[in-house]
């Protein structure tokens, strides 16, 4: 049977992109689908939104081709500092780069820089049709093809379909794969700050009885991005207030060394809740990055967790394709399921109790959190394993993850 490309991808976020440039290298061609019309978010400026990227994302960026093009644009985060802001005492662990051997722990990123990269690699790339502004309205399986329909009344088919279509994936509805989750009853209160004191690369997660915040250095030394998680009622409270008195809110929360602060960035709110498909997986269909999973941002995992579902899914449809096998075929879908399902519901349920821990004024919880932090800054073995995690450096990474082609 003929097909419009080998692989169908409903969602040109940030995970589709990537995962169409990883499977385009190894070969296969493929269509991108993407509601936003792509003009709207590349020709954005600065805003404040950015991503914290492990070690791990940053090789499988450079296998890709795109950690050339914005190497110039990310601000290496040298140490991480965790304090608890809700316990009289507050306790702190310091991460420091210099105790693993990879560098730095991670990089940050701005989304308009990000994006723009996927945008001009996939236009380079004979193998990959982007077609932005465009709705996937439908979609059916058979025993030979995956056919969506677009809201033109347009088909496309492929022999496989991912969803990158983001949390409400209407790719999983459609197949019938159900959901589960819940609301933490949290917003995120997102901007960016420009502050007197440069932050050396620090970046400090900040334990508030209402949830965390976290400060995330940008390039230059003087900006940093923020992501302060609130109850919903006070956060929409907050996001109505004027910039000053917004600012006045948040200031008491700030650590004296960023000397004087002002906003510098758009402010965004983001509804928090943890939602995991029951299945990564069906015969022609598979789910990748927040259709599959969307974690709490308390660790800035939710863009790296889609990474290693580019790089596992990439891996096993490359793989497939060389020996001959239909990377439609459930059992070849099925090895993409069982590489990563597990790692993501370890890692969102792992947020979610973070989270439920430190959000919290329970004074035998705050003391319990007091001695957990205590105790792994004093064993430099546990230590280790700490920043090894958060720099995305687990056993079982795939090839692209590892900085290897496929
Ligand atoms: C406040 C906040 C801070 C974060 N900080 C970090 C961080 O520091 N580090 C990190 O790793 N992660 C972070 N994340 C998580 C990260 O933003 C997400 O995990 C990531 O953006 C998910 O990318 P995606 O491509 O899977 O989905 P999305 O970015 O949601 O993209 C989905 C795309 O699908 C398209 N789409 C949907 N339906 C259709 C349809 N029917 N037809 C066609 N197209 C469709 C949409 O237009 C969209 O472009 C953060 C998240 C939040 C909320």
Known sequence: ??????????????????????????????????????????????????????????????????????????????????????????????????????????????????????????????????????????????????????????????????????????????????????????????????????????????????????????????????????????????QSLDDAAYLATLRPHLPARLGEVKLAGARFTYPLTLTLAERFAAPRLALVGDAAHGVHPIAGQGLNLGLRDVGALAQVVIEAQRRGEDIGAIDVLERYQRWRRFDATTLALGMDSVNRLFSNTNPILTLGRGLGMGLVNALPGLRRRFIRQAAGLSDDLPKLLAGQPI
């Open 1 to 238: 049977m003929e097909h419009d490309a080998d692989i169908l991808i409903v969602g040109g976020g940030l995970n589709g992109p990537a995962l169409a440039l990883a499977l385009a290298q190894g070969g296969l061609s493929v269509t991108v689908v993407d509601a936003r019309p792509a003009p709207d978010r590349a020709e954005l400026g600065f805003d404040g939104r950015a991503y914290a990227l492990a070690i791990a994302s940053r090789r499988l960026l450079s296998v890709i081709g795109i950690w050339p093009r914005v190497a110039d644009k990310v601000q290496p985060m040298l140490r991480i500092l965790t304090s608890d802001g809700g316990s009289r005492s507050p306790a702190r662990l310091a991460f420091d780069s210099a105790e693993i051997e990879e560098g730095p722990m991670g990089f940050m990123l701005e989304d308009r820089h990000l994006y723009r990269a996927f945008l001009d690699a996939m236009a380079e790339n004979s193998r990959i049709t982007l077609l932005s502004g465009e709705t996937v309205t439908g979609q059916e399986i058979t025993p030979t093809a995956a056919t969506v329909t677009l809201r033109s009344g347009r088909q496309l088919s492929a022999r496989l379909l991912v969803g990158c279509d983001g949390r409400a994936s209407g790719t999983a509805a459609r197949a019938g794969i159900r959901r589960q989750g819940w609301g933490y009853g949290q917003t995120a209160l997102v901007t960016a700050l420009w502050h007197e004191a440069d932050h050396d690369g620090t970046a400090e997660q900040i334990f508030l009885p209402a949830g965390p915040l976290a400060l995330l250095p940008l390039p230059g030394g003087h900006h940093s991005s923020i992501v302060w998680s609130e109850r919903e009622a006070t956060a929409a409270a907050i």
